[in-house]
DNA sequence: GTTTGACCTGG
DNA sequence: CAGGTCAAA
């Protein structure tokens, strides 16, 4: 019955032209975003964007075009739509709440809605050639990795999914991430064929109640129970309005916005350096984990071949380093070559 | 200001 | 051990 009512309403969709300048695959599934499913026979990508809508992308056998389908489109889920933070020079989205009076629910709006999560104003040929002209390691592993392009990510779900991350494999971090949203998150989208029911990242105020870290527990999240439940006690402790808190953040310097997250719990240099990276727009900012470590010690800094792990110090260095020879986006450069070391990309 | 272990859980 | 963090040397 409910697929009955589902066909009456307009079909969102639409096809988003990207100059060969963007891999689903690459993108969605390097360990950015954790939320991303690959469905109909491995064509396509079902997640969510903007924390509201449900969008199947499918990369075009040209490479060059991105089919999208909005799939819960026709709901009113518009109306708690996160401000993004601003990119200067750069005209942000309207929220339908500001939307005076143009429909948000045509196709501009979602062209523009998944072509700002992709970050799709960038131009990566650019970025690439620039890469590549000062560091040839860099080209010679670029050619065969095309299209890797850092997400403009919501903010809580980057903090809390990351908090999860710490040593911690990629199978349980979904799986917790998943849970997560089942528990606390809204209804987006029911019975997806292959996904089923498909929910929203809860709101840092819902992480914030009390009953959340013996319910998490109980659910075998271990330590990091205690880490998001604080973390997210401690936003609504200083801030009435959470999401203002990640608006501050992006318009601060990246070391300050650093340090101001790292007061968190179970939010160290390297969580720290992915929120900034993925969802408060500092490309400055170079998360280094063990696999950029190892990328580190044997592509460029071989003197820290006699380090056996990742101290305070060498992490400074690397990040350092990545800086000094890429320049303002190191963090987008670090993403390609980290999805160059991922197993699944290997040639 | 550095460096070392323990740490929930599951494959 | 796994895409770190924390607290105690």
Request: net charge positive.
């Amino acid at each position: 019955m409910r697929q009955t009512v589902k066909a009456l309403k307009p079909m969102i969709e639409g096809f988003i032209e990207t100059n060969g300048e963007l891999s689903l695959k690459r993108t969605l599934k390097s360990g950015q975003a954790f939320r991303w499913r690959l469905t109909n026979d491995g064509t396509d990508w079902v997640g969510v964007v903007r924390n509201t809508h449900v969008v199947q992308l499918t990369q075009q056998p040209d490479g060059k075009h991105i089919h999208y389908r909005v799939l819960n489109g026709h709901e009113d889920n518009d109306h708690n739509q996160e401000i993004k933070p601003t990119v200067k020079g750069r005209k942000r989205l309207k929220t339908s709440d500001e939307s005076d009076g143009e429909n948000p629910k045509d196709q501009y709006f979602y062209s523009q809605l998944i072509s700002d999560y992709l970050r799709l104003d960038v131009n990566l040929t650019d970025l690439y050639d620039k890469w590549s002209k000062s560091d040839d390691k860099f080209a010679a592993i670029a050619v065969n990795m095309s299209g890797v392009r850092v997400l403009r990510q919501n903010f809580a779900e980057t903090l809390f999914s990351f908090i999860c991350s710490s040593n911690n494999n990629i199978n349980r971090i979904e799986k917790m991430i998943e849970t997560l949203c089942q528990k606390y998150g809204k209804v987006l989208y029911e019975s997806h064929p292959e996904l089923g029911t498909i929910h929203s990242f809860p709101e840092i105020t819902r992480l914030a109640e009390e009953s959340v870290e013996p319910e998490l527990k109980k659910l075998g999240f271990g330590y990091r129970s205690a880490f998001i439940h604080r973390s997210a006690k401690t936003i609504c402790d200083e801030y009435k309005c959470p999401e203002k808190w990640s608006q501050e953040l992006a318009q601060m310097p990246y070391s300050e916005a650093r340090q101001a997250l790292q007061r968190l719990p179970g939010v160290g240099p390297k969580v720290a350096d992915c929120i900034a990276l993925m969802a408060l727009n500092h490309l400055e900012s170079v998360p280094v984990d063990v696999h950029v470590f190892k990328i580190a010690q044997h592509m460029y800094l071989p003197h820290l071949k006699k380090n056996k792990s990742l101290t305070h110090k060498s992490y400074q260095e690397i990040g350092d380093f990545f800086r000094s020879k890429f320049g303002p986006n190191a963090g987008w450069a670090q993403a390609v070559l980290f999805c160059a070391d991922l197993k699944q990309f290997k040639q």
